[in-house]
């Protein structure tokens, strides 16, 4: 089982094993995010992310050995250096909107063996658990609580929503309307901040599919979160002038 970003030792969550864990919710999860500068972002979530964060696209997992297409995966970017999470500022997030990558934590669905069956999870490092504070997993009866009930519902929803981005992705990479891109800013003391390794919608080839495509896209959606992305770009240069400003 592979460990993503932010979370630490994860494990099957066990009726029995962790019949007496409770869950502290006023704990803060910035410090686990302080040093990530981009986070997963599902497509569903385009239309707020899009309003602060740039929404760009990266190369997923490893290419095929058959010479096949490379997946791509959506990312808000956060910062524009490794270990720069621009939207932490004095412990505490700025944001307007948090993706759901880091609202579903500590916990999360992950496959369990190699059959594709998926069991929900739990970060067992994180210093929320315990098993006298905060709201009860399970029930005297050892029935799961309301209160974990509703995170399976969310962390389920956001799978089914993965999925989804997974779909819509494979179908950019299928029409090629996606290009490497670099971004440079530079402020009046001449600091500069390059980024790339990211990939962007290229508007030429965009604009150069049939008909029929485009009535598609529209109406799969697709067209939307294209713009939605277009537009998120414009959050770049922000995020630039946020990393020439800071001292480290």
Same mark, same amino acid.
């Given at each position: 089982?592979? !460990?993503?970003?932010?979370?630490?030792?994860?494990?099957?969550?066990?009726?029995?094993?962790?019949?007496?864990?409770?869950?502290?919710?006023?704990?803060? !999860?910035?410090?686990?995010?302080?040093?990530?500068?981009?986070?997963?972002?599902?497509?569903?979530?385009?239309?707020?992310?899009?309003?602060?964060?740039?929404?760009?696209?990266?190369?997923?997992?490893?290419?095929?050995?058959?010479?096949?297409?490379?997946?791509?995966?959506?990312?808000?970017?956060?910062?524009?250096?490794?270990?720069?999470?621009?939207?932490?500022?004095?412990?505490?997030?700025?944001?307007?909107?948090?993706?759901?990558?880091?609202?579903?934590?500590?916990?999360?669905?992950?496959?369990?063996?190699?059959?594709?069956?998926?069991?929900?999870?739990?970060?067992?490092?994180?210093?929320?658990?315990?098993?006298?504070?905060?709201?009860?997993?399970?029930?005297?009866?050892?029935?799961?609580?309301?209160?974990?009930?509703?995170?399976?519902?969310?962390?389920?929803?956001?799978?089914?929503? !993965?999925?989804?981005?997974?779909?819509?992705?494979?179908?950019?990479?299928?029409?090629?309307?996606?290009?490497?891109?670099?971004?440079?800013?530079?402020?009046?003391?001449?600091?500069?901040?390059?980024?790339?390794?990211?990939?962007?919608?290229?508007?030429?080839?965009?604009?150069?599919?049939?008909?029929?495509?485009?009535?598609?896209?529209?109406?799969?959606?697709?067209?939307?979160?294209?713009?939605?992305?277009?537009?998120?770009?414009?959050?770049?240069?922000?995020?630039?002038?946020?990393?020439?400003?800071?001292?480290?």
């Amino acid at each position: 089982m592979s !460990t993503p970003p932010m979370f630490g030792s994860v494990v099957p969550l066990d009726r029995e094993a962790h019949k007496k864990l409770h869950l502290r919710t006023d704990l803060s !999860t910035v410090d686990k995010i302080k040093e990530l500068n981009s986070m997963f972002l599902t497509t569903v979530e385009f239309s707020e992310a899009c309003k602060e964060f740039p929404i760009v696209f990266v190369r997923a997992g490893e290419a095929p050995k058959d010479g096949g297409k490379q997946s791509v995966a959506p990312l808000a970017v956060l910062g524009l250096k490794p270990g720069h999470n621009l939207f932490i500022q004095d412990g505490k997030w700025t944001a307007d909107y948090a993706p759901a990558y880091v609202r579903r934590y500590p916990f999360m669905m992950a496959h369990i063996d190699d059959q594709g069956n998926m069991a929900l999870c739990i970060d067992e490092q994180w210093e929320g658990f315990s098993e006298t504070a905060g709201s009860p997993l399970f029930g005297a009866d050892g029935q799961a609580s309301e209160f974990l009930v509703n995170a399976k519902n969310f962390v389920e929803s956001y799978e089914r929503e !993965t999925e989804r981005t997974r779909a819509a992705c494979h179908e950019l990479v299928e029409l090629g309307i996606l290009q490497d891109m670099r971004f440079e800013s530079s402020n009046e003391a001449g600091n500069k901040v390059d980024v790339d390794g990211f990939m962007t919608v290229d508007e030429k080839k965009l604009a150069e599919l049939d008909d029929a495509t485009v009535v598609r896209l529209h109406r799969n959606g697709l067209l939307a979160l294209l713009e939605m992305h277009r537009v998120s770009l414009g959050n770049m240069a922000r995020l630039a002038q946020l990393q020439l400003a800071r001292k480290d």
